[in-house]
T-cell receptor, first 115, second 113 residues
Framework: EPEVTQTPSHQVTQMGQEVILRCVPI?????FYWYRQILGQKVEFLVS????????KSEIFDDQFSVERPDGSNFTLKIRSTKLEDSAMYFC?????????????FGPGTRLTVL | KNQVEQSPQSLIILEGKNCTLQ??????????LRWYKQDTGRGPVSLTI?????NTKSNGRYTATLDADTKQSSLHITASQLSDSASYIC????????????FGTGTQLKVEL
């Protein structure tokens, strides 16, 4: 069964460093998303991406964040200068299309630890 | 403010027993409501999706109900198994909100022998 994959599973970085989190969505999916979950808190929407551009983003997704699909398969989330409060699980998701019954499939997540 | 609240926060039950988890939402205008299961350290996995016109949806031992008038939903788990131990998250989507999901805080379920 096709699934969303994410790498790395765990990333440790120093405050102020740049990190890139990678995702490979399900191959025939057209919509891509990033979510984060701070330990003990609920999952929060960061950004949605379609047709090589951001379709929606939350207040969390500020100028320190960027997304791109560099090669038609990978979908990346870059954090330019990490802060301690960026420590969280980051989940990538993809869906075949938008719509009421459209299901988003989530990857296993990348645990980001900022020291 | 668009919010999703769940209760109880955590629950411990014995294997084989049934349980019901609750969700209240203020997300508006409402498009659909989903229940996800999230194992520790893993991504959420969809259990059910319901629109405004649906008031019940089953997926194996999971049955979700929706009352769009009172903005409440429940997830009933029948004949629980140890593998049901996970966080169960209620997620609501707004009409016109693209596919942006608003997550609840989840109910942490533990099934014991």
């Amino acid at each position: 069964e096709p699934e969303v994959t994410q790498t790395p599973s765990h990333q440790v970085t120093q405050m102020g460093q740049e990190v890139i989190l990678r995702c490979v969505p399900i191959s025939n999916h057209l919509y891509f998303y990033w979510y984060r979950q701070i330990l003990g808190q609920k999952v929060e929407f960061l950004v949605s991406f379609y047709n090589n551009e951001i379709s929606e983003k939350s207040e969390i997704f500020d100028d320190q964040f960027s997304v791109e699909r560099p090669d038609g398969s990978n979908f990346t989330l870059k954090i330019r200068s990490t802060k301690l409060e960026d420590s969280a699980m980051y989940f990538c998701a993809s869906s075949e299309e938008q719509g009421t019954h459209n299901e988003q499939f989530f990857g296993p997540g990348t645990r980001l630890t900022v020291l | 403010k668009n919010q999703v609240e769940q209760s109880p926060q955590s629950l411990i039950i014995l294997e084989g027993k049934n349980c019901t988890l609750q969700c209240n939402y203020t997300v508006s205008p409402f498009s659909n409501l989903r229940w996800y299961k999230q194992d520790t350290g893993r991504g959420p996995v969809s259990l059910t999706i319901m629109t405004f016109s649906e008031n019940t949806k089953s997926n194996g031992r999971y049955t979700a109900t929706l009352d769009a008038d009172t903005k409440q939903s429940s997830l009933h788990i029948t004949a629980s198994q140890l593998s049901d131990s996970a966080s169960y998250i209620c997620v609501v989507t707004r009409t016109g909100g693209g596919n942006k999901l608003t997550f609840g805080t989840g109910t942490q379920l533990k099934v014991e022998l």
